[in-house]
């Protein structure tokens, strides 16, 4: 069965410094799709990046950039030069050739920034 | 462009009633997901469509929830009768196809069932 494990219930990062959140996943499908969302206090589900397992290079967008390591299982979030608004919850999310576009999540990493 | 809209964004109701959420994806997505969100159970997937036909409805926890898709542009999530646990936030969410993209999240409804 798919699952996606994100071990660290809460960090503390201070702004201006990087930050990495963990997420390994379990999956025997060889074709899959990794991703991470934000959730603010306000509710919603923000899209910030997405990696494929056939992308030979580290998905980068702007301050995230995940650190895919398809031998360990793991997709881990990178945060460069924390901000206070990215104080929020962060899922990491996967989806399986065969299950079509159905998203399994993890339980989530909160987020605080500390100024 | 408008994202994905649903409605009502607050539902406060009494057990027993019927309960109606409703859901707008964004013009031109082709699939559209309902997920709801407890502390308990984290996000899940209830049930998802594409090309408004259903494909995958194992999340959908009993019979009292049902979904309906009609057209392109519109979804139903009703829950009947509805119980206290039912209480949770739920996200309707749409993407291009069921591939690998990227799915956007509505603001969600959150539901209190007294």
């Known amino acids: 069965a798919q699952k996606i494990t994100q071990t660290q219930p809460g960090m503390f990062v201070q702004e201006k410094e990087a930050v990495t959140l963990d997420c390994t996943y379990d999956t025997s499908d060889q074709s899959y799709g990794l991703f991470w969302y934000k959730q603010p206090s306000s509710g919603e589900m923000i899209f910030l990046i997405y990696q494929g397992s056939y992308d030979e290079q580290n998905a980068t967008e702007g301050r995230y950039s995940l650190n895919f390591q398809k031998a360990r299982k793991s997709a881990n979030l990178v945060i460069s030069a924390s901000q206070l608004g990215d104080s929020a919850m962060y899922f990491c999310a996967m989806s399986v050739n065969n299950q079509g576009g159905k998203l399994i999540f993890g339980q989530g990493t909160e987020l605080s920034v500390k100024p | 462009d408008a994202g994905v809209i649903q409605s009502p964004r607050h539902e406060v109701t009494e057990m027993g009633q019927e309960v109606t959420l409703r859901c707008k994806p964004i013009s031109g997505h082709n699939s559209l997901f309902w997920y709801r969100q407890t502390m308990m159970r984290g996000l899940e997937l209830l049930i998802y469509f594409n090309n408004n036909v259903p494909i995958d409805d194992s999340g959908m926890p009993e019979d009292r929830f049902s979904a309906k898709m009609p057209n392109a542009s519109f979804s139903t999530l009703k829950i009947q009768p509805s119980e206290p646990r039912d209480s949770a936030v739920y996200f309707c969410?749409?993407?291009?196809?069921?591939?690998?993209?990227?799915?956007?999240f509505g603001p969600g409804t959150r539901l209190t069932v007294l």
């Open positions: 969410a749409s993407s291009l196809d069921i591939s690998y993209n990227e799915q956007f």
